[in-house]
């Protein structure tokens, strides 16, 4: 072979490599990136959301979602608001401070919008040692109270239900990284932690394969105090005796659902695409193989939402049959 030849061959070999890549990489930037502010690694939005978003990954031409930790529901609503994480989860207990520019945001947050139910109730799971001796929320007075992480749910729940029994004047609450939570426990550093998920919870079972745990019931103090009734978007969470080792008793927390939200401006189509693979019967037996606690309840999607649905996914709901409430919060 000549060296002109070659040198052709080199040209057109080159060329259908440079054709290749541009396909390849046209490919790849045809796909909208998303990504999903969830929470700690162990908590249930990441159990949820993470094989969730690798479901969409393997299923969707036009989108591809990387799954995010956050400091919980709170952080997750700025974020979505902001634009910051397009996709993310929530609780209606923060969407409607959120909307409202009430605490503990400084202005309303308006930027977001409603796909789907994710979680049951998640109960607000007040975990100590056995060996504390502590049976309700009031025997924590006095003692080190891990009410959850800083921009989480459960720490703007449990802040406001101290606030609004007394009992935060008498209770040392702290909000520290979850992530420090068992070991925490489990040296004696705090006397309790609380943390918001499905029952069971990850970090429950945690904690009880290495030490005697005991739950710590609020059902006394949510009949006297009349929280649910001034916050109704929170509701009784039952755990049944014996759901988690060495707790034998019946115990009353409260809490409430968790929504899959998106920013408002993200493309309808984008949305109807996401909706109708996050809620298809395939994704929803695909998560549940990996988290028994999520809840992408196709037959009830709005559950106990309070917030507006964004118009791609409402598109999808109608198509299912599935009527789209009107939105509480306007």
């Known amino acids: 072979m000549t060296e002109v030849s070659h040198w052709k061959k080199g040209i057109l070999l080159g060329g259908v490599i440079l054709i290749s890549l541009f396909l390849i990489t046209g490919n790849l930037s045809a796909q909208t990136q998303m990504q999903m502010s969830l929470g700690g690694v162990t908590g249930t939005y990441y159990m949820i959301g993470a094989p969730l978003a690798k479901y969409v990954n393997q299923h969707s031409k036009t989108l591809n979602v990387t799954p995010n930790t956050s400091g919980g529901s709170v952080e997750n609503i700025r974020r979505v608001d902001s634009g910051s994480a397009p996709l993310g989860m929530t609780q209606t207990d923060v969407m409607y401070p959120a909307w409202h520019g009430l605490k503990p945001f400084e202005k309303p947050l308006r930027n977001w919008r409603v796909i789907g139910i994710t979680t049951p109730v998640m109960a607000n799971h007040v975990v100590t040692l056995a060996s504390y001796n502590i049976k309700t929320i009031s025997d924590l007075k006095g003692k080190i109270f891990a009410i959850g992480a800083p921009g989480s749910a459960a720490a703007s729940a449990m802040d406001l239900f101290l606030d609004h029994t007394g009992l935060k004047k008498e209770i040392d609450a702290r909000m520290l990284p979850h992530q420090d939570y068992p070991e925490m426990l489990l040296d004696g550093k705090i006397h309790a932690l609380n943390r918001s998920g499905a029952v069971p919870a990850t970090v429950v079972e945690e904690i009880s394969s290495q030490k005697k745990i005991a739950l710590v019931d609020f059902g ?29 008793r019946d115990i009353t927390f409260f809490g409430n659902a968790g929504f899959f939200i998106v920013h408002k401006d993200v493309p309808d189509d984008h949305v109807y695409e996401l909706t109708r693979l996050c809620y298809s019967e395939e994704a929803v037996s695909f998560v549940a193989m990996a988290f028994k606690g999520q809840n992408l309840n196709r037959k009830d999607p709005f559950e106990g939402n309070i917030g507006p649905v964004h118009p791609g996914a409402a598109r999808y709901w109608k198509e299912q049959g599935i009527q789209v409430p009107e939105a509480v919060l306007k």
């Open 220 to 248: 006394a103090e949510l009949e006297k105090s009349g929280f649910l009734q001034k916050y109704p978007y929170y509701q009784k969470a039952f755990v049944k005796g014996s759901t988690y080792k060495d707790e034998p």
